[in-house]
């Protein structure tokens, strides 16, 4: 089992001194949220599930694959991912170059996590229509994936058009990966059919089966990561993994303080290996 830290759930003061110990741990990953903007009117911050607004205004937000990028500088090992980027609130040539720009000085360590969205808010500030989204962000993953992948580009589509254009450096990985967040139909649908896996909401052992199997329904074997912040003990990690679990997002501290020392302990008890210096 691969094990990341997410990172959005700390204090930003925190991200620094999480990621390096996270690095010289063994975890796997380290990801990051994002958000473009936040209204001051609250009347459409309905987080799903919740009764009360999912965002406070004032937090402050910042560019996920540009501070991943600062990241980069200070690790060695640990993968950098969006968990998850609102890729097609920007133009793809911007998403295409943010997380080119971020495997080349991490030298491959890219994690496209990707989402449609549920805040409102912020596609009516940036102008962009929010009943497309889905059907947008689509096409999206589309244009980065041929991007980063072909020596020219033109695309005409629904939502974006452009003559041939050339788009350079490549990432360093030949298939930077594409995870599909989200917990409904069309999200399942996009990870399972579009993308190289899927990334799911905080879950528990009961409460992520139903997804998982709906997942298989649309194809068998798509990799899973889950959000797994309730983790019990490290016998839970062999349910996980028969459940076809392949990462599982984990947040073994309860305040923030504590969190390099909590990390610490969870990787001793559950035997990560730490990467072994550079030769």
Same mark, same amino acid.
Do not use: N
């Given at each position: 089992?691969?094990?990341?830290?997410?990172?959005?759930?700390?204090?930003?003061?925190?991200?620094?001194?999480?990621?390096?110990?996270?690095?010289?741990?063994?975890?796997?990953?380290?990801?990051?949220?994002?958000?473009?903007?936040?209204?001051?009117?609250?009347?459409?911050?309905?987080?799903?599930?919740?009764?009360?607004?999912?965002?406070?205004?004032?937090?402050?937000?910042?560019?996920?694959?540009?501070?991943?990028?600062?990241?980069?500088?200070?690790?060695?090992?640990?993968?950098?991912?969006?968990?998850?980027?609102?890729?097609?609130?920007?133009?793809?040539?911007?998403?295409?170059?943010?997380?080119?720009?971020?495997?080349?000085?991490?030298?491959?360590?890219?994690?496209?996590?990707?989402?449609?969205?549920?805040?409102?808010?912020?596609?009516?500030?940036?102008?962009?229509?929010?009943?497309?989204?889905?059907?947008?962000?689509?096409?999206?993953?589309?244009?980065? *994936?041929?991007?980063?992948?072909? +020596? @020219?580009? &033109? %695309?005409?589509?629904?939502?974006? =058009?452009?003559? #041939? $254009? /050339?788009?350079?450096?490549?990432?360093?990985?030949?298939?930077?990966?594409?995870?599909?967040?989200?917990?409904?139909?069309?999200?399942?649908?996009?990870?399972?059919?579009?993308?190289?896996?899927?990334?799911?909401?905080?879950?528990?052992?009961?409460?992520?089966?139903?997804?998982?199997?709906?997942?298989? *329904?649309?194809?068998?074997?798509? +990799? @899973?990561? &889950? %959000?797994?912040?309730?983790?019990? =003990?490290?016998? #839970? $990690? /062999?349910?996980?993994?028969?459940?076809?679990?392949?990462?599982?997002?984990?947040?073994?501290?309860?305040?923030?303080?504590?969190?390099?020392?909590?990390?610490?302990?969870?990787?001793?008890?559950?035997?990560?290996?730490?990467?072994?210096?550079?030769?």
């Amino acid at each position: 089992m691969k094990f990341g830290v997410p990172l959005g759930l700390l204090h930003p003061a925190a991200w620094k001194d999480v990621a390096v110990a996270a690095d010289e741990l063994g975890f796997e990953s380290m990801w990051l949220p994002e958000h473009l903007v936040f209204t001051t009117d609250l009347s459409t911050a309905h987080y799903p599930g919740a009764t009360s607004p999912g965002i406070k205004p004032g937090t402050p937000l910042f560019d996920a694959p540009a501070y991943l990028c600062w990241l980069a500088a200070l690790t060695s090992h640990v993968k950098l991912g969006t968990a998850v980027q609102l890729l097609a609130l920007r133009h793809p040539f911007v998403s295409a170059r943010a997380f080119a720009t971020l495997d080349v000085v991490s030298a491959g360590r890219a994690v496209c996590g990707v989402g449609a969205g549920w805040y409102r808010g912020e596609w009516d500030a940036a102008g962009v229509p929010f009943e497309s989204r889905g059907a947008r962000l689509d096409e999206a993953i589309e244009v980065v *994936r041929r991007l980063w992948s072909e +020596p @020219v580009v &033109a %695309h005409s589509g629904r939502f974006y =058009s452009f003559p #041939e $254009v /050339a788009f350079e450096p490549k990432p360093v990985q030949p298939h930077l990966p594409v995870l599909a967040g989200g917990e409904s139909d069309a999200a399942l649908r996009r990870a399972a059919l579009l993308c190289d896996g899927w990334i799911s909401m905080p879950h528990t052992l009961a409460s992520i089966r139903p997804r998982l199997a709906a997942l298989a *329904r649309l194809r068998s074997g798509v +990799p @899973v990561t &889950a %959000h797994a912040y309730e983790l019990g =003990s490290p016998d #839970e $990690v /062999a349910e996980w993994a028969a459940l076809g679990v392949e990462r599982l997002i984990v947040r073994p501290w309860t305040r923030g303080r504590d969190a390099v020392a909590h990390l610490t302990r969870f990787a001793t008890a559950y035997g990560l290996t730490p990467p072994s210096p550079p030769a």
